[in-house]
């Protein structure tokens, strides 16, 4: 009976001790977008450098035309301070800046405009399909490759992935085998592609939209075997599933072994790119 009360007591005393509270999280807006030169609606994520400076883009904003920007790329500093790099202008660099940005070691930025692009593409806005850009660390935008629809894609709204060599993979939404129909108008069904150092692009998979989806609007990942070697052989699509479809590399191209993955829209089934090994 003495045990069961000293155990009793003991329990009362635990009960009694003080239950620390947990602490109430602070936000605190470190920018608020004006849609002036700094610009408006930024869709996406944001990377930081060794100094703690912030880098993303805007989608619109910026270079005013009529009653919107075409999107910038900014840098937010650690006091607050926004510095617009780069203000799109539609022709040539590029417009709407929806994904993010990526970095290489000596700090270059890379990313992507959804439309936009060379200065011979039609006026309109469907007509111009789109950039791959480079923001060096002055500020200086150079296009690395402007979407034409066919054969190299059109339309690319996910960011970008970099492997040790300097090459840039992505996906367009549109462009690529004309095999899909929007609104009435047979249009490309997305591609994956990749940019070399010097700004040659080839189009590692065009989708048809049949079983193997249509319309990727996610970005590309890289895993480990980005950094072994195999020869890549002929192509091959499993069935679209909700989960993970695999698909092998297109025949003759040799290149460091990797596997890429992404999500395609119509149903949005995963499509994984997996090369064969040697």
């Not at 239950?19 to 849609?35: D, E, N, W, Y």
């Not at 591609?191 to 249509?214: C, M, P």
């Not at 890549?232 to 699509?237: C, I, M, N, P, R």
Request: glycine share 14%; hydrophobic share 35%; proline share 5%.
């Amino acid at each position: 009976m003495r045990k069961a009360t000293s155990f009793l007591v003991a329990l009362l005393a635990v009960s009694a001790l003080p239950i620390p509270r947990a602490q109430a999280q602070t936000l605190t807006v470190l920018h608020s977008f004006t849609g002036g030169n700094d610009g408006a609606y930024p869709f996406a994520g944001l990377i930081t450098d060794k100094a703690g400076n912030l880098h993303g883009t805007a989608a619109y904003g910026g270079f005013k035309h009529a009653q919107y920007g075409y999107g910038t790329a900014f840098k937010l500093d650690t006091t607050g301070e926004v510095t617009v790099l780069h203000s799109f202008t539609f022709r040539p660099d590029g417009a709407f800046p929806v994904s993010g940005l990526i970095r290489d070691k000596e700090g270059n930025l890379y990313g992507t405009t959804e439309s936009g692009g060379a200065p011979g593409c039609l006026g309109t806005i469907p007509g111009c399909f789109g950039t791959v850009f480079k923001l060096d660390t002055t500020g200086k935008e150079t296009v690395l490759h402007s979407f034409t629809n066919t054969p190299d894609g059109a339309l690319p709204m996910a960011g970008l992935v970099r492997d040790k060599e300097g090459n840039l993979y992505g996906t367009t939404i549109q462009g690529g085998i004309e095999s899909c129909v929007f609104a009435g108008r047979v249009i490309g069904c997305g591609t994956v592609f990749k940019l070399d150092a010097s700004g040659n692009e080839t189009v590692l998979y065009s989708f048809t939209g049949g079983t193997d989806a249509a319309g990727p609007t996610a970005a590309l990942i890289m895993d480990k075997e980005g950094t072994s070697t195999a020869p890549l052989t002929s192509a091959a699509l499993g069935a679209a599933t909700s989960g993970v479809q695999a698909v092998e590399p297109y025949s003759g191209w040799t290149r460091p072994a990797m596997r890429l993955c992404c999500t395609a829209s119509r149903a949005h089934p995963a499509m994984e790119r997996i090369p064969t090994q040697a």
